[in-house]
């Protein structure tokens, strides 16, 4: 089922790299400048605006300029987005936003990759924040109804998959999905990274997790041991602070042992 | 040993034959055990009641579990130690039935009975609201997360203008159920949950039951009035002090007439239209999934007696139509159409495709 939902989700990527399926209007052609190797400097018409001059929402529209960029920008050194800029245009009050329903189903962005060659590359990887409640299953259920009779598309259709299949990996109880990457270039591919709630642990958090009990078990020895007592058995006192009257401590009972 | 067996087997077999011989049916089973959401649980009870009643059956046992472990419950497997009946507010998803299928139940009847929305009303003399779900989770809450710290202390709300500087001077007021009762609990899954869900110290708990937690316990300072179980809600908002905000099943607001207003909730008020519509966001469908494997057969055996006469019950006029028993409950009727296409698949059991 999950590969399935994948494979669709894949495949609606690959096809909606074509211009036909973009669901944004086309931008009025921009000039932009190109070095070539000898020669002056000349001018050659892209047939798509640069890649943040249009967009102003969010994740998605980013992935959506970011295949019309790269069919645009193949015949050149190209500029790739900068994960910095992408990462600004993340925050959308919108509540069908990807990102915003991606919150709601307790997953976080948590990296926004790019690279500079070539062909650039994209690639956001997510990862889980929050267990969900049954009301926030049943809030996104909705959600998810309600995103379907308001947008439509491929892209749509998309994110609706992509986020119907986090939601029934946690249906099928004793799984979650622990990490989502969406690459854009070069090849669109959407990987989930299902595990079972009670997976082991790795090396690194067993080795956290040792420490922290260490730590605790120090913490515990030290409260034990408080106050120092002497040889036999009393607490010593300390000399009072000037103005502080102190109560007289009874000796303490001679441990046996 | 052999004998035994054959011993058995005619034990087992004359009353059964003597039931089908006589028109009397054979369950495994006296009581329809149902599971599914908390929320549900109030419309559950009153329609097994009425069909317990009037079919003269035995009163269903009732396991609220939540939405996730009762499908999950639903779905183990078909026989006497199954549940035959999951009340959900959702539908149910593909993932859901087919972990159905996996476990060998094949024939799942859906009826959709109705809608529900929970409203919040003020006094006609204290004119009218508007909030966002937000707003009244930080003046209800029991604790808040301080704006510097991020750490929870009693919630130090009195009136709406600590809230927000243009909500005005009126003190916080809330009246309504207690927990346990479906339409608070619709109120905390969908108002309290929605509000406190983009809270930048909620969304830092992992933990879904110490989240649900931190959400949906109120203040016990005198801001939150409790209406005991089986008082009018609506009564209880008039009595209470100017500025009293109630929370109100939909249908207990129409039914009040015009004596209360309607609280705008982010920006949308409730009406027939804009809950039939799903445009108000704080609505959504009742639902039960009756498994077919557990009817009693045309042999005249099965696992339990009633679920036939149920699904009739549940989709009749007299439980779900404009001023049937659950709109008491604050079931919103489906259109007439609906209602007649849902007593159809009632009628004819059709079978659920998702």
Redesign the interface.
């Known amino acids: 089922?999950t590969a399935r939902h994948v494979l669709a989700v894949a495949a609606a990527l690959l096809l909606s790299a074509a211009p036909g399926f973009t669901r944004q209007p086309l931008a009025q052609p921009q000039f932009a400048q190109q070095p070539l190797r000898s020669g002056p400097i000349v001018q050659t018409p892209l047939p798509e605006p640069t890649f943040f001059e249009e967009q102003t929402g969010t994740v998605f529209s980013v992935i959506r300029s970011g295949f019309r960029y790269a069919l645009g920008g193949l015949s050149g050194f190209v500029t790739p987005p900068l994960a910095l800029d992408v990462a600004k245009r993340t925050r959308s009050e919108d509540p069908y936003d990807f990102i915003s329903m991606m919150?709601?189903a307790g997953y976080k962005l948590k990296e926004v990759e790019s690279t500079v060659s070539l062909i650039p590359s994209v690639n956001f990887t997510f990862g889980i924040?929050?267990?969900?409640?049954?009301?926030?299953?049943?809030?996104l259920?909705?959600q998810l109804?309600?995103h379907a009779?308001r947008r439509w598309g491929i892209f749509a259709s998309a994110e609706r998959a992509i986020i119907?299949t986090l939601?029934?990996?946690?249906?099928?109880?004793g799984y979650q999905v622990e990490k989502l990457d969406i690459d854009v270039f070069p090849w669109p591919r959407i990987k989930f990274t299902i595990a079972p709630n009670d997976s082991p642990m790795s090396l690194e958090s067993t080795r956290i997790l040792r420490a922290i009990e260490q730590a605790g078990g120090n913490v515990k020895a030290s409260v034990q041991v408080w106050p120092p007592r002497a040889n036999d058995g009393s607490v010593p006192q300390a000399a009072p602070r000037a103005g502080v009257q102190r109560a007289p401590v009874a000796p303490a009972a001679p441990t046996t042992r | 040993m052999f004998f035994r067996w054959i011993l058995g087997g005619i034990l087992f077999a004359l009353p059964q034959a003597a039931e089908a011989q006589t028109g009397r049916s054979l369950a495994l089973r006296e009581n329809i055990v149902v599971v599914g959401s908390a929320s549900m649980g109030g419309y559950a009870e009153a329609a097994f009641n009425q069909v317990a009643s009037t079919r003269g059956l035995r009163m269903a046992e009732l396991r609220m579990l939540g939405s996730l472990r009762g499908a999950v419950s639903f779905c183990e497997g078909v026989g006497p130690s199954f549940p035959d009946v999951l009340a959900l507010s959702r539908r149910m998803p593909k993932a859901m039935f087919e972990n159905c299928l996996a476990h060998g139940i094949y024939d799942i009847v859906e009826v959709k009975i109705g809608l529900t929305a929970v409203t919040l009303a003020s006094k006609k003399s204290d004119g009218r609201f508007g909030l966002t779900a937000k707003q009244v989770y930080r003046a209800l809450a029991a604790e808040v997360a301080d704006d510097k710290t991020n750490d929870f202390v009693p919630n130090p709300a009195k009136t709406w203008k600590d809230i927000s500087p243009e909500l005005g001077d009126t003190p916080i007021r809330f009246s309504g159920s207690p927990q346990g009762t479906a339409t608070r609990d619709f109120f905390d899954d969908m108002v309290m949950q929605g509000g406190c869900r983009t809270d930048k110290a909620i969304r830092l708990i992992f933990q879904a039951n110490a989240r649900v937690e931190k959400c949906t316990r109120v203040r016990t300072d005198g801001v939150f009035i409790e209406v005991p179980e089986g008082q009018s809600r609506a009564a209880a908002l008039m009595a209470a002090p100017p500025g009293t905000l109630g929370i109100l099943s939909y249908s207990e607001l129409v039914a009040s007439g015009n004596d209360l207003l309607a609280v705008a909730l982010n920006g949308m008020l409730p009406s027939y239209q804009t809950i039939a519509n799903d445009e108000y966001d704080y609505t959504r469908p009742v639902l039960f999934y009756v498994k077919r494997e557990h009817m009693i057969g045309s042999n005249g055996s099965g696992i339990v007696k009633g679920l036939q006469e149920f699904l009739l019950d549940v989709t009749s006029e007299q439980m779900v139509g404009p001023s049937g028993i659950l709109s008491e409950l604050g079931l919103v009727s489906l259109p007439a159409a609906l209602r007649f296409e849902q007593r159809r698949n009632a009628q004819i059991l059709r079978r659920f495709e998702p």
């Open positions: 089922m919150e709601v924040a929050r267990e969900l409640s049954d009301a926030d299953r049943e809030w259920a909705l109804e309600r009779k119907q939601l029934d990996a946690q249906e099928l109880g």
